[in-house]
């Protein structure tokens, strides 16, 4: 099937302009179908971002026979319902993470998706699937700085403005839930490439003065990884901004200047004794290798690593940390 994939997206959201319509035209994608909120603001965004047409709410979007692929960049809290419902609709599904709100809404996600092995349900993770990140596991794969001591990952941005849902207990919000699931996959995806699993040792998080004390501004996080190297993630909505990686092995380091917009930084630094080299495999944005492995797994039934089993492990992860930290889980707000 050559086709056109044809997308609906639920919602207005700001970060569809980055994630969702370049890499659509940048593998003839058709973004055929928004439904959002407010009727007005679903016109102005299609007008505004070439998207065919309009379509009464999210109910009506997920059971469009139009639309064959659901994108789901809703905030954090209506993630569960609207993965769901789309799954149920029979709608292939690319979910913005985090996944959930929670372990037991991942769970229900994933146990949705695997009562339909027919349709390609996908974590958000779109780093994953650049040449940058790819090229920095082969290294570790292979060897290129020894023994891998220490892994660290820093995913940090700076948001200001406190009516922003990433402090709104609510919409499930918080560091963890924002930048925080990057950091602990990423983590998990190293620990894999050395054989074996990351274990969370401790967890430490802070919250911003005039916000909920429930969220957490700030969290940092450590694992202990095969070979009994460390793993450290540093989270924070309260910047500066930064996505980083760097590991340090026996033999040296390998650091990836932008884990998250490799279209702005494809710089992969490589020191060892014989000195150090940067690496660039190409500004393309992650979103659109992202797009186009979605794309693949659907018309070719390609293989892709962000499955919902996936998905279910980062939340396990952030509930736990949550708990380690002294604060609770997000609520399951809005989910039947």
């Known amino acids: 099937m050559t086709e056109p994939l044809r997308i609906g997206v639920l919602g207005a959201a ?32 299609a007008r505004a971002h070439g998207i065919e047409r309009v379509v009464d709410d999210y109910e009506a979007l997920v059971n469009d026979p139009e639309v064959e692929a659901v994108y789901n960049p809703l905030p954090n809290g209506l ?30 996600v994933s146990e949705a998706a695997a009562r339909r092995p027919d349709l390609v349900v996908f974590n958000g993770f779109h780093y994953r699937y650049h040449p940058v990140f790819l090229r920095l596991l082969e290294l570790l794969r292979d060897g290129a700085i020894g023994e891998v001591q220490r ?47 990351a274990t969370l040792r401790s967890a430490t998080t802070g919250h911003l003065d005039g916000t909920d004390p429930r ?15 460390e793993g450290v993630a540093e989270l924070s909505l309260i910047g500066p ?22 279209h702005t930084d494809d710089r992969l630094s ?11 495999l190409g500004l393309t944005r992650s979103f659109t290798y992202q797009l186009r492995a979605f794309r693949d797994a659907i018309r070719h039934g390609a293989a892709y690593p962000t499955t919902a089993a996936e998905a279910v492990e980062n939340l396990r992860t952030i509930d736990a940390a949550y708990e380690l930290a002294g604060l609770p889980p997000r609520t399951s707000v809005g989910v039947d």
């Open 14 to 45: 700001r970060i569809s302009e980055e994630s969702l319509f370049p890499p659509a035209a940048d593998i003839g994608a058709r973004v055929v179908a928004v439904a959002a909120r407010d009727p007005r603001a679903a016109e102005a965004y």
């Open 79 to 108: 993630h569960t319902p609207w993965n769901i419902a789309a799954i149920d609709a029979g709608k292939h599904l690319l979910a913005e993470k985090p996944f959930a709100s929670n372990l037991p809404e991942a769970q229900r």
């Open 151 to 197: 892994v660290r990952v820093v995913m940090t941005v700076d948001v200001p403005d406190l009516s922003d849902i990433r402090w709104s207990w609510p919409l499930a919000g918080g560091a963890l839930m924002d930048v925080g699931c990057y950091g602990i996959n990423a983590i998990d995806v190293v620990a894999a490439v050395l054989g074996g699993t």
């Open 215 to 229: 969220i957490d501004a700030w969290s940092e996080l450590r694992f202990e990884l095969p070979g009994g190297a």
């Open 241 to 262: 901004r930064s996505f980083t990686l760097t590991a340090v092995g026996s033999l040296g380091s390998i650091h990836q200047s932008n884990l998250s917009y490799v």
């Open 270 to 280: 490589i020191t060892t004794a014989a000195g150090t080299r940067v690496e660039r």
